[in-house]
């Protein structure tokens, strides 16, 4: 009977997840862990109580020893470490700037009127297509076109 009760409880434990982990797939983690650790605990639970607030206190103390755990262990380098590790390029921002200017100059008026309005202004299909006068596919084909046309040029 406990265990049915608990099931009920499980969009209340995602929301209350949420607030724990912006990442929906840690979020259920973390759900998960709650609901396996308090169902090999359901005999503590004392009836009568609320069986949500009990719920909401292992998420909670589940979270918090993952956050400690987490704090006291180290994946891969340490950030000191990794911050003497890179280096700032220098010209290369500079050369594939060149590059993307000089593939953009080389497409046609309409093929950089689609570009421009889609990825600088981001405007919608319908927008553009109502812009450029023609239909909603004419302006998806011409910047599938301007983007190949980039990538072919760039590299």
């Given at each position: 009977m406990k265990q049915e009760r608990v099931l009920?409880?499980?969009?209340a434990l995602r929301a209350f997840a949420r607030t724990f982990c912006p990442n929906p797939d840690d979020a259920d983690d973390?759900?998960?862990?709650t609901l396996m650790r308090a169902l090999?605990?359901?005999?503590?639970y004392t009836e009568g109580t609320r069986l949500k607030s009990w719920l909401f206190t292992i998420m909670?103390?589940?979270f918090?020893?993952?956050y400690q755990k987490a704090k006291r262990e180290t994946v891969g380098i340490s950030t000191p470490v990794?911050?003497?590790l890179l280096s700032e390029p220098e010209q290369e921002w500079s050369m594939e700037m060149h590059a993307v200017r000089s593939a953009y100059l080389r497409l046609s008026a309409e093929h950089k009127q689609v570009i421009v309005l889609s990825v600088v202004d981001g405007e919608?299909?319908?927008?553009?297509?109502?812009i450029c006068g023609c239909a909603v596919g004419t302006v998806k084909s011409r910047l599938f076109r301007a983007?190949?046309?980039?990538?072919?040029c760039v590299g």
């Amino acid at each position: 009977m406990k265990q049915e009760r608990v099931l009920e409880v499980i969009p209340a434990l995602r929301a209350f997840a949420r607030t724990f982990c912006p990442n929906p797939d840690d979020a259920d983690d973390l759900v998960q862990e709650t609901l396996m650790r308090a169902l090999a605990s359901i005999d503590q639970y004392t009836e009568g109580t609320r069986l949500k607030s009990w719920l909401f206190t292992i998420m909670r103390n589940t979270f918090n020893s993952r956050y400690q755990k987490a704090k006291r262990e180290t994946v891969g380098i340490s950030t000191p470490v990794l911050e003497g590790l890179l280096s700032e390029p220098e010209q290369e921002w500079s050369m594939e700037m060149h590059a993307v200017r000089s593939a953009y100059l080389r497409l046609s008026a309409e093929h950089k009127q689609v570009i421009v309005l889609s990825v600088v202004d981001g405007e919608s299909y319908e927008r553009i297509a109502s812009i450029c006068g023609c239909a909603v596919g004419t302006v998806k084909s011409r910047l599938f076109r301007a983007r190949q046309q980039l990538k072919a040029c760039v590299g």
